[in-house]
């Protein structure tokens, strides 16, 4: 647990990783040990069509969850949809000859959150996006989709693309991990805003958006005067994005810890990335202005 600039607890979650249960390089035991060194206060284990049940280990949190994927690997025609459940109270009663609808409504017919995994890894269109009900959340950065083979970690474009069509999903960084050695493994994370790190308050937290996504640094967005502002840890650089193509919304500098921007007229959403010297980044949900 850390307490933030506001003096608010705030714990450190990992909502999309791997063991040998499926494709990973750890056993369960051994992921969960190397995550309470690094320090997280919670983890969920979303194994590749297996359910992982939640738990404890040694004080750390250990939430529900699975990955459920299907569409293979080519994104084109029908395309690719990986999905990751957390917090289900049960395994959800979930079949590889589904399609990515009927995962996502019996994830949360068992009491859990679905996540859209990398959706630029995965092709998604905005419009295939679009077309989905009952999407909880979507990943913005996803880790291992920048290693080996892989080099599109980064879902920032699709996420702008889906605010202009009004669509504004609470975005989670998460590492993906599968190797534990690519550098993948403890990267990106979200740090939730609760009282304690049972359960029910972690998932309260991110099914209500009282979370930011990082790679390190800190960052807070809130409604301020004519405007809003930006409250982080030291930053090298701070950027407004919203539905506009251009505006003056990018501030650089050294140890910079604070920033203020008046939205135009036209401005309907915005979303805050900063990032630190050592090029960290870290994501604020979106304000609808």
């Not at 699975?66 to 009663?93: F, K, L, T």
């Not at 077309?131 to 083979?149: C, F, P, Q």
């Not at 809130?222 to 409250?231: A, E, P, Q, S």
Request: net charge negative; with cysteine; proline share 3%.
């Amino acid at each position: 647990m850390q307490i933030d600039l506001f003096g608010r607890k705030r714990f450190k979650i990992n909502l999309h990783m791997h063991t040998s249960f499926s494709d990973g390089d750890l056993t369960a035991v051994e992921a969960a040990q190397y995550y309470l060194a690094q320090g997280y206060d919670a983890i969920a284990l979303t194994d590749h069509w297996f359910f992982g049940d939640g738990g404890d280990f040694d004080g750390m949190t250990i939430l529900s969850g699975g990955e459920y994927n299907v569409g293979g690997n080519d994104g084109s025609g029908e395309g690719v949809y990986h999905v990751v459940g957390v917090g289900m109270s049960r395994a959800p009663s979930v079949s590889k000859s589904m399609n990515v609808q009927e995962i996502i409504d019996r994830i949360r017919a068992a009491g859990g959150i679905a996540i859209l995994a990398h959706p630029a890894w995965s092709l998604n269109t905005p419009e295939k996006i679009l077309a989905l009900r009952h999407v909880d959340a979507t990943e913005i950065y996803n880790s291992v989709s920048g290693v080996h083979h892989s080099r599109r970690a980064d879902s920032s474009l699709i996420v702008d693309m889906l605010g202009c069509c009004g669509r504004f999903y609470p975005l989670i960084a998460a590492d993906d991990t599968h190797y534990y050695e690519a550098g993948e493994a403890c990267a990106s994370y979200i740090m939730a805003e609760a009282e304690d790190n049972s359960p029910r308050a972690l998932l309260e937290a991110i099914r209500s958006g009282a979370f930011y996504a990082t790679q390190g640094p800190e960052v807070h967005l809130f409604r301020d005067g004519d405007g809003y502002t930006v409250k982080c840890s030291s930053v090298s650089e701070i950027v407004f994005f919203s539905n506009l193509t251009w505006s003056p919304r990018v501030f650089t500098g050294n140890g910079l810890e604070c920033a203020h921007y008046v939205p135009r007229e036209n401005e309907r959403f915005l979303r805050v990335q900063v990032k630190d010297s050592a090029g960290r980044l870290a994501w604020t949900n979106f304000t609808v202005c």
